[in-house]
T-cell receptor, first 116, second 110 residues
Framework: KQEVTQIPAALSVPEGENLVLNCSFT??????LQWFRQDPGKGLTSLLL?????REQTSGRLNASLDKSSGRSTLYIAASQPGDSATYLC???????????????FGQGTILTVHP | NAGVTQTPKFQVLKTGQSMTLQCAQD?????MSWYRQDPGMGLRLIHY???????DQGEVPNGYNVSRSTTEDFPLRLLSAAPSQTSVYFC?????????FGSGTRLTVV
């Protein structure tokens, strides 16, 4: 059974810092890994999708890496801003029972606070 | 959350009442799913569908029914609501860009 762990559970940083969020998973038989952002009381917004054959993806100040063999992904946020404050969720789509449909497993999330 | 519409946004039910949470998509994607999100438990899969007429159970299906008569709609039914079903419910589709989630339904069962 796939298990996804995110470290740290919470992070508070001053504005302008570069930071790294970590995600680890136990089963390396994955289709892809997706990072989401969730603001309080809101839905999930997709940030980055990394396919299993890729090593990293970039979008603006965000960079996500994937090391499938070691079961790790990191989300790097450059020059953090107060508007980046949110919960960041890592989700892994794992092969399931020989079907092509797969199963999405979430980590518990990292609560990020960026203070001015 | 463009493309996935959930209604209602908020709902309060009494124990034993029934209701249907609606989910609709406008992009003709085959895969649709329902998750619930609870503090300390994260997001857990309730039911999913890989096309019209095809549904299957996820991790926490008990107390919930689904059907998929059209590609566009995937309603989630609570036949007899219980306080343990108090949660935030999200509908999601899967595209080539990954999963896209609706804005959620916050359900309270009293």
């Amino acid at each position: 059974k796939q298990e996804v762990t995110q470290i740290p559970a919470a992070l508070s940083v001053p504005e302008g810092e570069n930071l790294v969020l970590n995600c680890s998973f136990t089963d390396s038989a994955i289709y892809n890994l997706q990072w989401f952002r969730q603001d309080p009381g809101k839905g999930l917004t997709s940030l980055l999708l990394i396919q299993s054959s890729q090593r990293e993806q970039t979008s603006g100040r965000l960079n996500a890496s994937l090391d499938k063999s070691s079961g790790r992904s990191t989300l790097y946020i450059a020059a953090s801003q107060p508007g980046d404050s949110a919960t960041y969720l890592c989700a892994v789509r794992t092969y399931a029972g020989g079907t092509s449909y797969g199963k999405l497993t979430f980590g518990q999330g990292t609560i990020l606070t960026v203070h001015p | 959350n463009a493309g996935v519409t959930q209604t209602p946004k908020f709902q309060v039910l009494k124990t034993g009442q029934s209701m249907t949470l609606q989910c609709a998509q406008d992009m003709n994607h085959e895969y649709m799913s329902w998750y619930r999100q609870d503090p300390g438990m994260g997001l857990r899969l309730i039911h999913y569908s890989v096309g019209a007429g095809i549904t299957d159970q996820g991790e926490v299906p008990n107390g919930y029914n689904v059907s998929r008569s059209t590609t566009e709609d995937f309603p989630l039914r609570l036949l007899s609501a219980a306080p343990s079903q108090t949660s935030v419910y999200f509908c999601a589709i899967r595209t080539v860009y990954g999963y896209t989630f609706g804005s959620g339904t916050r359900l309270t069962v009293v």
